[in-house]
């Protein structure tokens, strides 16, 4: 019997939080600036001492609360200026602005606001006392800030990760975004998220377990599996790709050439044309594979002086296969497939009295198709495409084949 990496994944809810010790931040998580004022005096040693102190006070805190993706930034301008700076498209959730202004006494005055989405929200002022009295109030400071940050959100639910194989590293994705590494625990805001657990061989990222999890405000969800010794062999096609470049879904319009590979009739000469729409879902069963959906029209037609033709395929069809990216922005897939086609032949002999006779019909027939696109990123996430495909339909036993070549545009996402 195969063995599976993940052995087994439980997701438990209870009505609890309990603090548990994280190792990553994450970009589902609401991110939080801290812009600390460097416009203390002269920066004088203690006026140094004293803004770190706060400043690592505050971080320490909001990063025990395991809730928010933290980053720093020093700034010497107003508040209006910063924020303008930002832009509307930044997507920090909030930002915290932390000042100190030097007394004669020694002490200081902290100046404590949050803004968010633009808005301002909640401020507040403290002095800061010289001797051992400046930690506790820098602390009662610090946990001020953290619930009026958490006051912010609707609510956040824990995740615990509990692994009881060998210990190896793993990484840890939530709808598709990177969580981190080895964590054992972290909290999300309340929705559902896609969980996948990958290893790493040859910097390559293997999916190794997934669940869906429905995070509820104050939930705690735990997921159990036990790690092999070794990650799962990366398949060689895989490792032609560049592990940088994920993509989930394509879509993809092309204008194609078609030469039918059968005669019609004699030695008259064919034309045919196609127009071929994709949609392909990345990464559905492993890592690379593909499985997709075409649809399209198809028009071959000749006009001699006797005999005319046309014939008109639209088919629809289900397709699997395996895609590749040799460096960033680039695509190679190959897929293939079947589903069903409607047919609509017309045929017109005229003869020497000039009499016209007409035949013809409709129907519907199994249809294949074999597919080969290479793409390329133009802006993302649009693209450009060379498309080569083989497409068939079977009537009345026989298959008729025609190949195709062409130009596209879509987009991947």
Known sequence: MKRFDILLVTVIALACSIALPLAAQNSIQPAVVLAVFDDVGENRAEDLEARRLVTTTIEGRLRADRRYRLSRQAIEEDVDRFLSARGADDDSSAVVMIRLAPR?????????DIWSTGDYRWSTEEELPTGDDRFLIADALAAELSRELGALYPGFGRIRFANTGADADYYVF???RYLGANITAIELPIGTYDLEMRRREDEFEHVIGRSTIDVERNGLYELRFALGERPPTVPAIVRLSDPEDRWKVLFDVSSLYTIPTFEIAGDTDEQSVMGLATALFNDVLFRNHLLGFQAGVLSTWYNEDSLSSELYVTPV??????????????????HFGGGLAATTSDFVYTDTDGIEQRFGGQGVTPAYIGTMQFG?????PFRLSLTTTGFGVVEDGEPYTWIAVGLGVGARF
Request: charged share 20%.
């Open 317 to 334: 069809l289900a397709t699997t296969g395996f895609a590749i990216g040799p460096v960033a922005g680039v695509d190679l897939v190959f």
């Open 376 to 380: 390329f990123g133009i802006y993302d």
């Open 104 to 112: 004669r006494d020694g002490s200081y005055r902290v100046e404590l």
């Open 174 to 176: 939530a709808d598709g």
